[in-house]
């Protein structure tokens, strides 16, 4: 167990539908990593945030949104939802210091299924 | 910008047999290398990282990983293959220069051992 938590676990929408997904950090990580992972792209970096702030971005589509609270926790919000967004998003953290040789530490991952 | 190659989608051993998992990347300046693994329905989980010094690098389960800075390759080896290191193994990238970066992933390499 990572530590990093991940929910929901499933989740299974429609086209056109809007989600959230959340992500509890390790306890102390100041960074939040989000990836998606799909059989045609493999894992793809989204999105970094460290403390609050947004750090680095990927290949976050404009209908993807992020974003982490004061209490650390990130949503990864996903709207006008496409067949093909159907992908396992992973979240990660880090060590506290947010550098660049942190280790991240991956959640279980939500495996968004649209329909 | 940085890339990871993973050029075998799938590699195969005999249990007891040694196992190397090849990775080969891009990146201006100095990298900093990390390989990641990931069973199935789960989170990927940290196995080790290059970061400076000796080139050999020992990690979780056994195994290893060699920097080779005139070849760009960071292959994963291990002297014994278990059956229970069947996997995906993932091999990441993150310059150290130019400002914060972010870390680009590999396509991922199967490893299969056989009983």
């Known amino acids: 167990d990572s530590g990093v938590t991940q929910t929901p676990k499933h989740l299974i929408t429609a086209t056109g539908q809007r989600v959230t997904l959340r992500c509890s950090p390790r306890s102390g990580d100041l960074s939040v990593y989000w990836y998606q992972q799909s059989l045609d792209q493999g894992l793809q970096f989204l999105i970094q945030y460290y403390n609050g702030e947004e750090r680095a971005k990927g290949n976050i589509l404009e209908r993807f949104s992020a974003q982490q609270f004061p209490d650390l926790h990130s949503e990864l919000n996903l709207s006008s939802l496409e067949l093909g967004d159907s992908a396992l998003y992973f979240c990660?953290?880090?060590?506290?210091?947010?550098?660049?040789?942190?280790?991240?530490?991956f959640g279980p991952g939500t495996r968004l299924t649209v329909l | 910008a940085q890339s990871v190659a993973q050029p075998e989608d799938q590699v195969n051993v005999a249990e007891g047999n040694p196992l190397t998992v090849k990775c080969t990347y891009s990146v201006s300046g100095n990298p900093y290398l990390f390989w990641y693994v990931q069973y199935p329905n789960r989170g990927l989980q940290f196995l080790l990282k290059y970061i400076t010094g000796d080139n050999l690098v020992k990690g979780s389960y056994g195994f290893e990983a060699e920097f080779n800075k005139s070849q760009t390759s960071f292959h994963l080896k291990k002297p014994s293959a278990l059956v229970s290191d069947s996997a995906l193994y993932f091999c990441a990238v993150r310059p150290h220069s130019g400002g914060y970066q972010k870390v680009t992933f590999g396509t991922g390499t199967k490893l299969q051992v056989i009983p």
């Open positions: 990660a953290s880090s060590d506290p210091s947010g550098s660049a040789t942190d280790t991240q530490y």
